[in-house]
């Protein structure tokens, strides 16, 4: 694997929330969204109030995948009309609350450093109130999607066994680390045909981190490739809700579970 991080700033550091999770993958198109939905349902289902914010500015559809349309967005916010707990959509179906993105802005996409620095403080402020906070990041190692992990407590990598998408995870936890050595980065291996190939996977981007970075991020879970999943997104119905007995479903809730165990 070879990583491209050369010419990726630094954030600056920043203030961490102790219940802030990222949900990172580096590479665009391993299912992040779906995963961050899906742990955020299964969190709730364990009685916490968890708040799901769409940090992937500009490319964000979680409100798609959850068939909302809600009445405020980050769009709002950001030009200043709406503070950011007011833009807060509660998504009864599974009993948590989301904060949508605006999808195709390349406003959000592009925020200066200072009012994305702003959003990052409310964003801690708002999830003083909540048990559990993910951020779904956006793809790649940029200053923005840095800016935002910054602000958790752990960062979850979610990759498969795409040789791009291990290198670009493998890219992520170097400029995470390098940012802020002590960081809780764990890996989730999405897509693998049974728990044997997951980790074997996971073997490979952990060989990568021991033998350059001199870390061993653990193995938070290993999901089942499974035909519900795209079966739900298609519906816009979380897993979790429409078919909770399937195989992916059981590997979302063991993640859930060792997650909450620390």
Same mark, same amino acid.
């Given at each position: 694997?070879? +990583?491209?991080?050369?010419?990726?700033?630094?954030?600056?550091? !920043?203030?961490?929330? !102790?219940?802030? *999770? +990222?949900?990172?993958?580096?590479?665009?198109?391993?299912?992040?969204?779906?995963?961050?939905?899906?742990?955020?349902?299964?969190?709730?289902?364990?009685?916490?109030?968890?708040?799901?914010?769409?940090?992937?500015?500009?490319? +964000?559809? *979680?409100? *798609?995948?959850?068939?909302?349309?809600?009445?405020?967005?980050?769009?709002?916010? *950001?030009?200043? !009309?709406?503070?950011l707990r007011d833009a807060i959509t509660e998504f009864e179906d599974g009993g948590f609350d989301i904060v949508a993105g605006r999808s195709g802005s390349g406003t959000l996409a592009n925020l200066s450093t200072a009012r994305l620095q702003a959003l990052s403080d409310d964003l801690l402020q708002t999830g003083k109130s909540y048990d559990k906070v993910l951020i779904d990041l956006g793809a790649g190692v940029d200053q923005g999607v840095q800016q935002m992990t910054s602000l958790a407590n752990t960062v979850i990598v979610l990759t498969n066994g795409d040789p791009t998408a291990l290198t670009d995870a493998y890219a992520f936890i170097k400029v995470t680390h390098m940012a802020r050595p002590k960081t809780d980065i764990r890996v989730v291996v999405n897509l693998a045909k049974d728990k044997k190939e997951g980790e074997a996977i996971y073997g490979k981007l952990l060989k990568a981190c021991e033998g350059f970075l001199k870390i061993s991020p653990p193995l938070l879970g290993v999901i089942r490739a499974d035909s519900k999943v795209s079966e739900c997104i298609r519906n816009q119905t979380p897993l979790l809700t429409r078919h909770p007995n399937s195989n992916a479903a059981q590997d979302i809730e063991a993640i859930a579970t060792r997650l909450l165990e620390g």
């Open positions: 694997m070879t +990583a491209r991080t050369d010419a990726t700033p630094k954030p600056a550091a !920043r203030p961490k929330g !102790r219940n802030v *999770i +990222a949900v990172a993958s580096g590479k665009g198109g391993v299912g992040k969204t779906w995963f961050a939905i899906s742990l955020c349902h299964a969190l709730a289902l364990h009685e916490l109030k968890a708040l799901l914010f769409d940090g992937d500015l500009g490319l +964000a559809n *979680i409100d *798609i995948q959850l068939g909302l349309m809600p009445k405020h967005d980050l769009g709002s916010v *950001i030009a200043g !009309r709406l503070a």
